[in-house]
Each structure stands twice: as structure tokens, then as C-alpha cells.
């Protein structure tokens, strides 16, 4: 296979406002040196919109700091139009906009409050400033709410004040850092017509970091990080062009797709599988179209249609050369113990439930239902209140009103007992930094009334199941994004849970982990386990087998995956991707909860 | 457009010297006023901190005794006696209370409704009247040790006079009459605590603002993520500690005036010195308290952590080794040696002095020059640790 990207990768011209020489930068945490980024060469042209690819510890933040002057490289020289960043940075930061990950809005001050406080840093005459914000409230939609907090508006309008605070002054070049993680796909598509009006209009360069791999296609040139290492750089097409011939749909009748997708990842020659709609995304590692029969004999009727190859085959392939995908399931699991498969009885219940915070709704009269064995994703933004839902079944938050009830207990009544069959791995993964990977378990198993040989043995076939054996000794805080997310799954799942919490589990980490991941939750889910999980990522609510589309408090849309999509189905979008049908919902019940 | 040219572009719209330095330094200070006075903890750290400290130290903390309930047990009766009792009654540190017996006397004593017993025996008179002169029996509560020593010591006091006037009016042996100690007190004649204890509140307020809510709103900025969008701006370093140093300055000097304020109109804390003495050095502080405050910050850029070190470092001392409470005097040696250390140390002393006794120049000069050195040190080092880098 050839090298994807390699093939453009031309030298700098004096047409590069970014240009990167040899650049390395260390970060020594504990005793352990740290690389972000390792002999870098790179550039971006000017006058389009390149793209910064790669997952959380890519390199992509520390990157970006650095060409904005605030790092200081260790090795290497890093020219922004035509200053060195490093020496001259006042002078540099003068030509340049840059929009850090948390926006850097003061959230005491309005709207026009901050935009007027960035016109004054960025010395702004007073006489250019009423078009220019006038200019930028139109392009951005926030004309309305000048006066008003910026802790007050949603994360979408955040976004889009923060970057028209860069932009008060229209900078040569743009830097933004992961500037739609977490925000919704509406406010998503908006920043990106945005993006793309400033580099035409105004000929600005832009250099735009994400861990969403689908906004790859959306950039001029993309430049793929991984673990402070440059893959590659090009145009996107670059990138996929050679994975040409190796892509296919596939789909079995009668078959579920994440059984279906799980057995082929463990086929030979098989370089990826993943869930795409109604079917099956397979990746090969030749191009010789595979026999049907020869890959999975034991599926009937498949049918297999060669498709388009998009950016995200290409990353998995070249991350894949260096590091194969881990899917241990077939050995005896202590979950498997208590479990028996899916049934109709429904092991969670909500009625009614509402949770103000002061005179906010943060969740408004919910009502679902999961059944047993189940896999229900709750998808959303930011701020839709997917996080208050999970805390109040977790009987971490009681509700304000409405009735709850997990595993049969009534949550307002005995939240202690509900908890004994739950497993909980929050958002930022709850573990203790500072204690080892066996401590961790220990632990956890003990704070679930595990002791002795049974704390042992499932301790034992954490490390196992989890392939933490390697790093059992290893401080968790010391571990990769990936790996912890590995831990705090093995700690949720100690004490044998009958349903299992995911709360943003897939955040940051790269597209193996992910895969690995939703592997192991297909075989809990297989042996009787409920999962319920909330994500932002639209494409893994293709995995849930139901989901509740969310939205400022309120639930959109309830069903399965297809029934979802199917609602957004027009004559322009004859098969709606579940952003496409996520995007629909909300445009459609904009207008309700606006006046409600 | 060449490199060179961005070059150009961008010196000449960004360098302008003093007048675009101006613009931002207006942008920084406005955000920060607004900030101070949306966020309630800021207001409740700059003026209702203050108030509620002075209101406690002002009514609620007195050092000294005055009408404490004293039992009285007077085994028997006599002229004599009552002449001395009725000393008592006369004084404004009791207010006697005659018990029936020791028994009863102990047991108001147990409930603490009593802070001490006189006990006059059978034999008060006669032995009175012998060569030895009479005993009295003082029994004092010990819980509060400071409190026992004085209730002691105006006993004492109270017995002395007594005798030396009962042997002036019986006229005898006039040769034999006590050398008379008269007392004068300087500085704070009528002996109220609270006269020193006011002036030198303000240093605790002030460290209170200086140091604390400073360290805490800049570690913020850094904790909300604001500070890294700040600094890829073109402002330069002096700039945001310019608009960190203005707004608390004016704050902590806010903080001052109402102080100051509250000491002479509701305290009656009398104000010898001048205030001018009294502003600048309190400037002079505030220097030194915000040069710790920022320092604190960069170093630890959370939040939660400024705020305890702050604590730790600036607040605590000021309230225990600045001369504030406790007489840096009577401390032991090594400790003594701590609070030239502390700021607030020259502070109180210039506080207490400019209020009670005066613009004594020996005192005032060589305090304020120790503030001076402090605040050239802390802001310095600031100054130099603060970097345009997020590292």
C-alpha cells in the first residue's frame, strides 16, 4: 500500500505561513519525560483551511501553543508568517487569531463586553470597530444576545463568540484548537460556513485541530498526528485515494450488525470493521475482493458492495501497522457468571423525571425505558443534559420529580441498594492518579464489598481481560489516554454489575481504542449485561440497539438507530447519516423550545 | 504578501509605543472592574470581610476585663468589712455579687456565673489589726489564664488601695503610710483593647485583599483557560500585571478608607496621627501584599491552591506574628526573628503608632522603608517569573 499523504508532501515555499524545522517538545511529568512532539517538519499554505487530525495526545494542543509563542519548542525553529515564533512572539501574535480549546471567554462579561476587551487587545480603532462587530454579530448569529452573560449562552454560541473574538482584528492567520469538540452538530456546521466565508472572503489561512476524523474531509490539506508523531500531510483524498479497492459494505440478513462487525474484525486480512448505518464498514488489507463464503462461512446471504474509501479507512490503516487491535473475548468472564441474555423485562425505568439546578431545567420530563441486556445510547450535545440523566439513575442526584427505578429499586427510595448492581465510569475516568493499576482494582473491587479470593481472582482477570498485565505496577496517572479508559471500564466492572454507565467513555481517545472499546461493551452487552451509554459522537449511536436523542434538557427522538434516521428521510437526503437525522430533530423542535 | 511586508504591517499597527499600550491597558482594566463587581466573592472578600472583622474585633473581642461578676463571702460581718467591700462596688472591672457561703459561692463559681471568690474569714477584722495586716482569699477561675491573671492583679489593686486610704482616714501612723504607685498609661490612657486592636485589623483587611483575592482572581484566569487566550494576544506582560496591580490596588485602598472610616465614626478609635502618614503607608503595604498575591499565583496558576497558600503564607501571619494580637516583644527569639518577614509586622507597627501616639517619624521611617523593600522584591520577582508562556 502506498504511503498515504507522502506523495504531496513538498518542501515549504515562501507561500507558508506556518513552516516547523525539526521541532521536538518534552514534558516531564513525575520522573518520566514525556514527548509531545517529536522532530516535526511540517508547513501550512496560506490562504486555505488546513486541517490538524489526530486523537487527545497526538500533539495537536501543544502544537498549536506553540505556534501561537505561548510553548517554547526544546529543539527545532518554528517560522510563522515570517517571524520566529519563538523570539519574536509579541510581534508575531500581532498578525495572528487564536481560539484556545475552552474558547478564553470571561464568563461575567456580555457579549459585546468580551468582543470590546479583545478589540482593546488587539488595538482595534474605534472608528473600525461598529462595521466589524456589526459584521461579526451577523456571521455569527449573536446579534440578539449582545447584553447578554457568556456563561450564560449555550456551547454552540460560545463557540462562536470566542471565535469572533479572535477575529475582531481579521487576523492573517487563524489558529483554532478543536474548535467543535463537544458542540453540537448544528453550531458544528455553522463554524465550519463560517471558516470557510473568512478564507474566501477574506483570504485568511487556517490552521483548524480535531479529533473528529469525518471533519478531515472538510479541510484543504490535512496534516495527521499520532502520538507526537507526523503520519502524514496532504489533501484528504490523498489520504483515502490509495485505500481505493479495499472498502466495502457489507450487510447479513438476520444477523446484528455488531455481531457481524465483531466477527469480521477478527478475520484474517481484515484491517477494519465498523458499524455504518444499517451496515457493516469493512476494510481490507489487499484489494482482492474477498469470498463471502472464505471470510465468515458461517453467514448466509451476505451481501458485500464495494464503496468509496473515506479518511478514517486510511487512519486505521496506517495506525494499524504499528499497533494490531487487541480483542480478547472468547476466554470464561467472571460478567458472564450472573447473566443471562436479552429478555423484554425492562431493567430501567423512567417516568416523568425532571432535576432543576435553581430555575433551570437542566432535564425537562423525561420518559424511556431500557430493557434488560440492552445497549441504549443517550446522544447529544454539551449541555443537553445527558450527564444530570446518568447521575440521577446512578442515584448520585435525586431528581425533582418523577419516578426512577434501575434493577427494580425504586431509586427515591433505596439509591444504596439500585447502586449495588451498577457500575459507573464517569467522564473524566474517576481514577486514583497517584495509585497503580492493581491498586486501582483493589480498591474499587473493596469498595464494592469484594475481599479475599474473590478480590484476587477478578483483580486477576481485570488485568487479563484488560490487558493491563504489562502496566500493573504503573501509577495510573502515568498511563495513556487509552489505557485508562481500559482501567476505569475494568474498575466499573469489578463487582459484577447488572448494568453498566458509560458517561462520555470514548472522549479523546484514538479510533483503535474506540473500536476496542465498543468491542468489549458488544460482549457484555452479548452475555446479559445492560449498557447504557451517552456520547457525542453521532456515528457510535449506530452501535446502540436504542437511543434518545437529546437536546437542552429534552428527549427529540426515542427508538432504534433506524427508526431515528428513517424520521429525517426527504427527497434531498434520501439516506440520512444520524447527523443528517440529529441536525433534522433539532431544527424541527428549535421553534418549540425556543418559546418554551 | 512577503514575510517582510507582514513584518512592517504588523509593527506599525502593533508597537506603537505608549499609544496602543494604552488602549489595551483600558481593555484589561475595565474587564477587571466589571469582573470585581459581578462576582459576589469579590465584593464579599473587599467589603464584607472587612465589616464583619472589624464588627467582631470592634464589639466582640475586648482584652480587657471589665465587670466581672466576683463572688463575695464574708464569714462575718463587719464594719470593716463592708468598708471594703464597698471599694468594690465603686469599681468598674466588678460588679460584686455577696454570696451567703462558700458552698453556694463554689457552686456559682462551677456555672460559671461567677468569675472568681473574696473570701473575708472569721477573723478579717482582728487580724487587721494585728502586725501582719488581715489575708484575703482570692479564688479565680483558670480556664481563661489572661483573664484569671487580671481579675488577680485588680484584686490585688483593689486591696492596696484600700488599706493605704483606710490607714490616710484613721490617720495613724503616718510615717507607716505605703509608698503611693500611681499609674499613667501612655498612649492608649483608657486602656481599651480595642484601641490597638482596630488599627491593626486594617493590616489583616488589607493582606485580605492584597494577597488573597488577588492571587485567587489571577489563578482563575489561568484555571478558566482566559489567561492562555490573553497571552496570544499581543498584550504585553507588563500590561496584564498592570491590570491585575490597578484594579486591586484601588480596591484594597477602598478597602482602607472604609476601615479607617468605621474605626473613627463607630469605634471612637482615636486618630492622633495624620491620614496622609496613614495612606501612604498603607499604599506602601499594599505593594508588597499585591507583589505576594501575583507571585503566589504564578507559581501555583489554581485556584484552590493560591488560595490556601495565600492563606497560609500572608493571612495567617498578619493575623498571628504581626504585632496585631500578640506583642512581637514577648515572643521567643527565633519567632521574633520570623516576623521581620512578615509585612504586615511594619505595618501594624506603623498603624498603631500613627493612631494611638502619632506621627512618630523614628518609628514610621524605618517600617516604611522595610515595606518599600518588600514590595520591590515581591513585585520584582513577579515581574521576572511572569512569562508570556504557558510553561
Given at each position: 500500500m502506498p504511503g498515504p499523504g507522502q506523495s504531496m508532501h513538498t518542501v515549504a515555499t515562501e507561500d507558508s505561513v506556518i513552516i516547523l524545522e525539526g521541532v521536538s517538545k518534552y514534558f516531564v511529568t513525575g520522573k518520566r519525560k514525556i514527548a509531545a512532539l517529536q522532530n516535526v517538519d511540517m508547513f501550512v499554505r496560506r490562504g486555505i483551511i488546513t486541517g490538524l487530525i489526530g486523537p487527545d495526545g497526538a500533539g495537536k494542543t501543544t502544537l498549536m501553543r506553540m505556534s501561537t509563542g505561548l510553548l517554547a519548542p526544546d529543539a527545532g525553529k518554528i517560522t510563522i508568517l515570517g517571524i520566529d515564533a519563538t523570539s519574536d512572539s509579541l510581534l508575531m501574535e500581532a498578525s495572528i487569531g487564536y481560539m484556545p480549546q475552552r474558547f478564553?471567554?470571561?464568563?461575567?462579561?456580555t457579549v459585546m463586553e468580551n468582543m470590546k476587551l479583545y478589540a482593546d487587545l488587539h488595538e482595534v480603532p474605534e472608528e473600525l470597530r461598529p462595521p466589524r462587530f456589526e459584521e461579526l454579530l451577523h456571521m455569527t448569529g449573536l446579534g440578539p444576545f449582545i447584553s447578554r452573560l457568556a456563561g450564560r449562552l449555550s456551547g454552540g454560541m460560545k463557540q462562536k463568540l470566542g471565535l469572533a473574538c479572535t477575529l475582531v482584528r481579521p487576523p492573517q492567520l487563524l489558529l483554532l484548537d478543536e474548535p467543535t469538540v463537544g458542540v453540537d452538530p448544528v453550531s458544528r456546521r455553522e463554524l465550519w460556513s463560517i471558516v470557510y466565508r473568512l478564507v474566501r472572503e477574506e483570504g485568511m489561512s487556517v490552521l483548524l485541530s480535531t479529533a473528529y476524523l469525518d471533519e478531515a474531509e472538510r479541510c484543504n490539506d490535512v496534516i495527521l498526528f499520532h502520538e507526537g508523531r507526523l503520519l502524514g500531510q496532504g489533501p484528504p483524498e490523498s489520504f483515502s485515494e490509495p485505500m481505493q479497492g479495499h472498502t466495502y459494505s457489507v450487510s447479513v440478513p438476520g444477523m446484528k450488525n455488531r455481531v457481524l462487525q465483531g466477527d469480521l474484525l477478527r478475520c484474517p486480512d481484515v484491517t477494519d470493521a465498523v458499524v455504518q448505518g444499517d451496515r457493516v464498514r469493512l476494510v481490507m488489507e489487499g484489494t482482492v475482493p474477498p469470498e463471502p463464503a472464505a471470510l465468515l462461512p458461517s453467514a448466509k446471504n451476505m451481501s458485500l458492495t464495494p464503496v468509496r474509501p473515506r479518511f478514517e479507512d486510511a487512519f486505521i490503516s496506517i495506525l494499524r501497522r504499528s499497533r494490531p487491535v487487541s480483542l480478547k473475548t472468547a476466554d470464561e468472564g467472571i460478567v458472564t457468571a450472573a447473566h443471562t441474555g436479552t429478555s423484554d423485562d425492562h431493567i430501567i425505568e423512567v417516568k416523568n423525571v425532571q432535576r432543576k439546578f435553581g430555575d433551570f431545567y437542566a432535564v425537562k420530563r423525561i420518559t424511556f425505558s431500557v430493557k434488560k441486556g440492552e445497549v441504549f445510547g443517550l446522544l447529544g450535545a454539551n449541555g443537553a443534559g445527558k450527564s444530570t440523566t446518568f447521575r440521577m439513575l446512578c442515584g448520585l442526584l435525586p431528581p425533582s420529580a418523577g419516578n426512577l427505578s434501575v434493577a427494580g429499586v425504586d431509586l427515591r427510595k433505596a439509591p444504596a441498594a439500585a447502586r449495588a448492581h451498577i457500575g459507573y465510569m464517569s467522564q473524566k475516568f474517576s481514577l486514583y492518579g497517584n495509585l497503580s493499576v492493581r491498586e486501582n482494582l483493589r480498591f474499587f473491587g473493596s469498595t464494592y464489598g469484594l475481599s479475599g479470593r474473590t478480590l484476587r481472582e477478578n483483580i486477576q482477570w481485570a488485568l487479563e481481560r484488560f490487558d493491563l498485565g504489562d502496566h500493573?505496577?504503573?501509577?495510573?496517572?502515568?498511563?495513556p489516554l487509552g489505557h485508562k479508559q481500559r482501567l476505569a471500564m475494568a474498575c466499573a466492572l469489578m463487582h459484577n454489575p447488572d448494568i453498566l454507565f458509560l458517561d462520555e467513555p470514548t472522549s479523546g481517545v484514538d479510533p483503535i481504542a474506540r473500536r476496542e472499546f465498543w468491542h468489549r461493551i458488544n460482549t457484555l452487552a452479548e452475555r446479559g449485561v445492560t449498557v447504557m451509554v451517552t456520547t457525542h459522537f453521532m456515528e457510535e449511536a449506530e452501535y446502540c440497539d436504542s437511543l434518545a436523542v437529546m437536546s437542552a434538557g429534552e428527549i427529540l427522538a426515542l427508538g432504534t438507530p433506524a427508526e431515528i434516521k428513517a424520521k429525517a428521510v426527504s427527497a434531498d437526503l434520501p439516506e440520512p447519516t444520524m447527523e443528517d437525522a440529529f441536525i433534522s430533530l433539532i431544527s424541527d423542535n428549535a421553534p418549540a423550545q425556543k418559546t418554551s | 504578501m512577503t514575510p517582510e511586508n507582514v513584518k512592517k504591517t504588523a509593527r506599525t499597527s502593533g508597537g506603537l509605543p505608549g499609544g496602543g499600550g494604552k488602549m489595551r491597558l483600558r481593555g484589561l482594566l475595565r474587564k477587571e472592574f466589571l469582573q470585581i463587581l459581578r462576582d459576589p466573592s469579590s465584593i464579599a472578600i473587599a467589603f464584607l470581610m472587612p465589616v464583619l472583622l472589624l464588627l467582631l474585633f470592634g464589639y466582640g473581642v475586648s482584652l480587657n476585663a471589665k465587670h466581672v461578676p466576683l463572688g463575695i463571702v464574708v464569714d462575718n460581718p463587719n464594719a470593716d468589712t463592708s468598708s471594703f467591700i464597698g471599694s468594690f462596688r465603686q469599681s468598674s472591672y466588678f460588679s460584686p455579687v455577696v454570696m451567703p457561703g462558700m458552698r453556694q459561692a463554689v457552686t456559682a463559681m462551677e456555672s460559671g456565673d461567677i468569675e472568681g471568690i473574696l473570701h473575708l474569714r472569721e477573723d478579717f477584722s482582728r487580724q487587721l489589726r494585728g502586725p501582719e495586716g488581715a489575708p484575703i482569699q482570692v479564688i479565680v477561675d483558670g480556664t481563661d489564664a489572661n483573664n484569671a491573671r487580671q481579675i488577680s492583679g485588680y484584686v490585688q489593686d483593689a486591696w492596696s488601695k484600700w488599706l493605704g486610704l483606710r490607714s490616710i482616714a484613721r490617720g495613724s501612723a503616718m510615717n507607716n503610710i505605703p509608698v503611693q504607685t500611681e499609674q499613667r498609661i501612655w498612649f492608649n490612657s483608657e486602656l481599651r483593647s480595642r484601641d490597638f486592636l482596630v488599627p491593626g485589623l486594617i493590616a489583616v483587611i488589607m493582606t485580605l485583599i492584597g494577597a488573597l483575592l488577588t492571587a485567587m482572581v489571577m489563578a482563575r484566569e489561568w484555571e478558566r483557560g482566559t489567561m492562555e487566550a490573553l497571552l496570544a494576544t499581543p498584550v504585553e506582560k507588563r500590561e496584564i500585571l498592570l491590570g491585575k496591580i490597578i484594579p486591586y490596588f484601588t480596591l484594597g485602598l477602598g478597602g482602607m478608607t472604609l476601615s479607617v472610616t468605621m474605626s473613627f465614626f463607630l469605634f471612637r478609635v482615636p486618630l492622633i496621627g495624620s491620614l496622609f502618614v496613614l495612606f501612604v503607608a498603607a499604599s506602601l503595604f499594599l505593594f508588597a501584599s499585591l507583589g505576594m498575591g501575583l507571585l503566589i499565583s504564578i507559581i501555583s496558576k489554581n485556584q484552590f491552591v493560591a488560595g490556601q497558600v495565600a492563606i497560609i503564607v500572608t493571612f495567617l501571619p498578619a493575623f498571628?506574628?504581626?504585632?496585631?494580637?500578640?506583642?512581637?516583644?514577648?515572643?521567643p527569639l527565633p519567632i521574633r526573628f520570623v516576623t521581620h518577614l512578615i509585612a504586615a509586622s511594619y505595618f501594624v507597627a506603623i498603624l498603631q503608632t500613627v493612631f494611638l501616639a502619632g506621627d512618630i517619624w523614628q518609628v514610621i521611617l524605618p517600617n516604611a522603608l522595610a515595606l518599600v523593600i518588600m514590595s520591590a522584591i515581591f513585585l520584582g520577582i513577579s515581574t521576572r517569573k511572569f512569562r508570556k508562556r504557558l510553561e
Amino acid at each position: 500500500m502506498p504511503g498515504p499523504g507522502q506523495s504531496m508532501h513538498t518542501v515549504a515555499t515562501e507561500d507558508s505561513v506556518i513552516i516547523l524545522e525539526g521541532v521536538s517538545k518534552y514534558f516531564v511529568t513525575g520522573k518520566r519525560k514525556i514527548a509531545a512532539l517529536q522532530n516535526v517538519d511540517m508547513f501550512v499554505r496560506r490562504g486555505i483551511i488546513t486541517g490538524l487530525i489526530g486523537p487527545d495526545g497526538a500533539g495537536k494542543t501543544t502544537l498549536m501553543r506553540m505556534s501561537t509563542g505561548l510553548l517554547a519548542p526544546d529543539a527545532g525553529k518554528i517560522t510563522i508568517l515570517g517571524i520566529d515564533a519563538t523570539s519574536d512572539s509579541l510581534l508575531m501574535e500581532a498578525s495572528i487569531g487564536y481560539m484556545p480549546q475552552r474558547f478564553g471567554l470571561y464568563e461575567d462579561l456580555t457579549v459585546m463586553e468580551n468582543m470590546k476587551l479583545y478589540a482593546d487587545l488587539h488595538e482595534v480603532p474605534e472608528e473600525l470597530r461598529p462595521p466589524r462587530f456589526e459584521e461579526l454579530l451577523h456571521m455569527t448569529g449573536l446579534g440578539p444576545f449582545i447584553s447578554r452573560l457568556a456563561g450564560r449562552l449555550s456551547g454552540g454560541m460560545k463557540q462562536k463568540l470566542g471565535l469572533a473574538c479572535t477575529l475582531v482584528r481579521p487576523p492573517q492567520l487563524l489558529l483554532l484548537d478543536e474548535p467543535t469538540v463537544g458542540v453540537d452538530p448544528v453550531s458544528r456546521r455553522e463554524l465550519w460556513s463560517i471558516v470557510y466565508r473568512l478564507v474566501r472572503e477574506e483570504g485568511m489561512s487556517v490552521l483548524l485541530s480535531t479529533a473528529y476524523l469525518d471533519e478531515a474531509e472538510r479541510c484543504n490539506d490535512v496534516i495527521l498526528f499520532h502520538e507526537g508523531r507526523l503520519l502524514g500531510q496532504g489533501p484528504p483524498e490523498s489520504f483515502s485515494e490509495p485505500m481505493q479497492g479495499h472498502t466495502y459494505s457489507v450487510s447479513v440478513p438476520g444477523m446484528k450488525n455488531r455481531v457481524l462487525q465483531g466477527d469480521l474484525l477478527r478475520c484474517p486480512d481484515v484491517t477494519d470493521a465498523v458499524v455504518q448505518g444499517d451496515r457493516v464498514r469493512l476494510v481490507m488489507e489487499g484489494t482482492v475482493p474477498p469470498e463471502p463464503a472464505a471470510l465468515l462461512p458461517s453467514a448466509k446471504n451476505m451481501s458485500l458492495t464495494p464503496v468509496r474509501p473515506r479518511f478514517e479507512d486510511a487512519f486505521i490503516s496506517i495506525l494499524r501497522r504499528s499497533r494490531p487491535v487487541s480483542l480478547k473475548t472468547a476466554d470464561e468472564g467472571i460478567v458472564t457468571a450472573a447473566h443471562t441474555g436479552t429478555s423484554d423485562d425492562h431493567i430501567i425505568e423512567v417516568k416523568n423525571v425532571q432535576r432543576k439546578f435553581g430555575d433551570f431545567y437542566a432535564v425537562k420530563r423525561i420518559t424511556f425505558s431500557v430493557k434488560k441486556g440492552e445497549v441504549f445510547g443517550l446522544l447529544g450535545a454539551n449541555g443537553a443534559g445527558k450527564s444530570t440523566t446518568f447521575r440521577m439513575l446512578c442515584g448520585l442526584l435525586p431528581p425533582s420529580a418523577g419516578n426512577l427505578s434501575v434493577a427494580g429499586v425504586d431509586l427515591r427510595k433505596a439509591p444504596a441498594a439500585a447502586r449495588a448492581h451498577i457500575g459507573y465510569m464517569s467522564q473524566k475516568f474517576s481514577l486514583y492518579g497517584n495509585l497503580s493499576v492493581r491498586e486501582n482494582l483493589r480498591f474499587f473491587g473493596s469498595t464494592y464489598g469484594l475481599s479475599g479470593r474473590t478480590l484476587r481472582e477478578n483483580i486477576q482477570w481485570a488485568l487479563e481481560r484488560f490487558d493491563l498485565g504489562d502496566h500493573e505496577e504503573i501509577t495510573s496517572a502515568e498511563l495513556p489516554l487509552g489505557h485508562k479508559q481500559r482501567l476505569a471500564m475494568a474498575c466499573a466492572l469489578m463487582h459484577n454489575p447488572d448494568i453498566l454507565f458509560l458517561d462520555e467513555p470514548t472522549s479523546g481517545v484514538d479510533p483503535i481504542a474506540r473500536r476496542e472499546f465498543w468491542h468489549r461493551i458488544n460482549t457484555l452487552a452479548e452475555r446479559g449485561v445492560t449498557v447504557m451509554v451517552t456520547t457525542h459522537f453521532m456515528e457510535e449511536a449506530e452501535y446502540c440497539d436504542s437511543l434518545a436523542v437529546m437536546s437542552a434538557g429534552e428527549i427529540l427522538a426515542l427508538g432504534t438507530p433506524a427508526e431515528i434516521k428513517a424520521k429525517a428521510v426527504s427527497a434531498d437526503l434520501p439516506e440520512p447519516t444520524m447527523e443528517d437525522a440529529f441536525i433534522s430533530l433539532i431544527s424541527d423542535n428549535a421553534p418549540a423550545q425556543k418559546t418554551s | 504578501m512577503t514575510p517582510e511586508n507582514v513584518k512592517k504591517t504588523a509593527r506599525t499597527s502593533g508597537g506603537l509605543p505608549g499609544g496602543g499600550g494604552k488602549m489595551r491597558l483600558r481593555g484589561l482594566l475595565r474587564k477587571e472592574f466589571l469582573q470585581i463587581l459581578r462576582d459576589p466573592s469579590s465584593i464579599a472578600i473587599a467589603f464584607l470581610m472587612p465589616v464583619l472583622l472589624l464588627l467582631l474585633f470592634g464589639y466582640g473581642v475586648s482584652l480587657n476585663a471589665k465587670h466581672v461578676p466576683l463572688g463575695i463571702v464574708v464569714d462575718n460581718p463587719n464594719a470593716d468589712t463592708s468598708s471594703f467591700i464597698g471599694s468594690f462596688r465603686q469599681s468598674s472591672y466588678f460588679s460584686p455579687v455577696v454570696m451567703p457561703g462558700m458552698r453556694q459561692a463554689v457552686t456559682a463559681m462551677e456555672s460559671g456565673d461567677i468569675e472568681g471568690i473574696l473570701h473575708l474569714r472569721e477573723d478579717f477584722s482582728r487580724q487587721l489589726r494585728g502586725p501582719e495586716g488581715a489575708p484575703i482569699q482570692v479564688i479565680v477561675d483558670g480556664t481563661d489564664a489572661n483573664n484569671a491573671r487580671q481579675i488577680s492583679g485588680y484584686v490585688q489593686d483593689a486591696w492596696s488601695k484600700w488599706l493605704g486610704l483606710r490607714s490616710i482616714a484613721r490617720g495613724s501612723a503616718m510615717n507607716n503610710i505605703p509608698v503611693q504607685t500611681e499609674q499613667r498609661i501612655w498612649f492608649n490612657s483608657e486602656l481599651r483593647s480595642r484601641d490597638f486592636l482596630v488599627p491593626g485589623l486594617i493590616a489583616v483587611i488589607m493582606t485580605l485583599i492584597g494577597a488573597l483575592l488577588t492571587a485567587m482572581v489571577m489563578a482563575r484566569e489561568w484555571e478558566r483557560g482566559t489567561m492562555e487566550a490573553l497571552l496570544a494576544t499581543p498584550v504585553e506582560k507588563r500590561e496584564i500585571l498592570l491590570g491585575k496591580i490597578i484594579p486591586y490596588f484601588t480596591l484594597g485602598l477602598g478597602g482602607m478608607t472604609l476601615s479607617v472610616t468605621m474605626s473613627f465614626f463607630l469605634f471612637r478609635v482615636p486618630l492622633i496621627g495624620s491620614l496622609f502618614v496613614l495612606f501612604v503607608a498603607a499604599s506602601l503595604f499594599l505593594f508588597a501584599s499585591l507583589g505576594m498575591g501575583l507571585l503566589i499565583s504564578i507559581i501555583s496558576k489554581n485556584q484552590f491552591v493560591a488560595g490556601q497558600v495565600a492563606i497560609i503564607v500572608t493571612f495567617l501571619p498578619a493575623f498571628i506574628l504581626s504585632g496585631f494580637i500578640f506583642d512581637i516583644r514577648s515572643m521567643p527569639l527565633p519567632i521574633r526573628f520570623v516576623t521581620h518577614l512578615i509585612a504586615a509586622s511594619y505595618f501594624v507597627a506603623i498603624l498603631q503608632t500613627v493612631f494611638l501616639a502619632g506621627d512618630i517619624w523614628q518609628v514610621i521611617l524605618p517600617n516604611a522603608l522595610a515595606l518599600v523593600i518588600m514590595s520591590a522584591i515581591f513585585l520584582g520577582i513577579s515581574t521576572r517569573k511572569f512569562r508570556k508562556r504557558l510553561e
